[in-house]
């Protein structure tokens, strides 16, 4: 099996897992608390290295797993559909897609409140102003609420790339200097 096979496998398992867990809290009138365990269960998950080997390490058993994410679901307070769905994960030893399931919860959740996420990679640090500014402006052109992941990348000498989607607008200064260099290369 390739490793987009593996890939592929593992988004199509966490979403389907996904849209099940989210369909019953949409049902269920229960979609913000299943934003907020989502976030929390995603934090634990990243700062946690002892959960990251419990979900992809194959020396755990099925019921030590079972254990461990039932022991976590209920000191975390997760709602039941979504305890109940790590126990059945666990079970079938299908953990190992929990990152891919929380990201996907997290698009469901977003496109069910009308929210995008857009990437922003700028050459010094945004200000808040800014960072108001261009939420506003995306915000304007999508009908949606922004939310914005913001980084920096001195490599572009100025200027910004943002992605929203399929869509990406590169105004960086160094994408202008490699199209001009494009551009000389044609004529000389």
Not at 113 to 132: F, K, M, P
């Amino acid at each position: 099996m390739t490793v987009a096979n593996s890939v592929s496998m593992s988004q199509s398992i966490a979403g389907r897992y996904a849209q099940a867990v989210f369909e019953i809290a949409r049902e269920g009138g229960g979609v913000d608390a299943l934003a907020t365990q989502t976030d929390d269960l995603a934090a634990a998950l990243h700062d946690s290295a002892e959960l990251r080997d419990l979900i992809a390490s194959p020396i755990y058993s099925r019921d030590q797993q079972a254990r461990a994410i039932g022991a976590l679901a209920e000191r975390m307070a997760l709602s039941p559909v979504l305890a109940n769905t790590l126990q059945l994960m666990a079970k079938n030893r299908r953990l190992f897609v929990l990152p891919q399931l929380l990201d996907r919860l997290a698009a469901l959740i977003a496109t069910e409140r009308g929210e995008v996420t857009a990437d922003v990679t700028s050459a010094i640090a945004l200000n808040d102003e800014q960072v108001e500014r261009l939420k506003a402006t995306l915000a304007e052109k999508t009908g949606k609420t922004v939310t914005l992941n913001t980084r920096v990348d001195e490599t572009l000498i100025g200027g910004m790339i943002v992605k929203l989607g399929s869509q990406m607008i590169d105004s960086s200064v160094r994408s202008k200097l490699a199209s001009l260099q494009n551009v000389m290369k044609e004529v000389g």
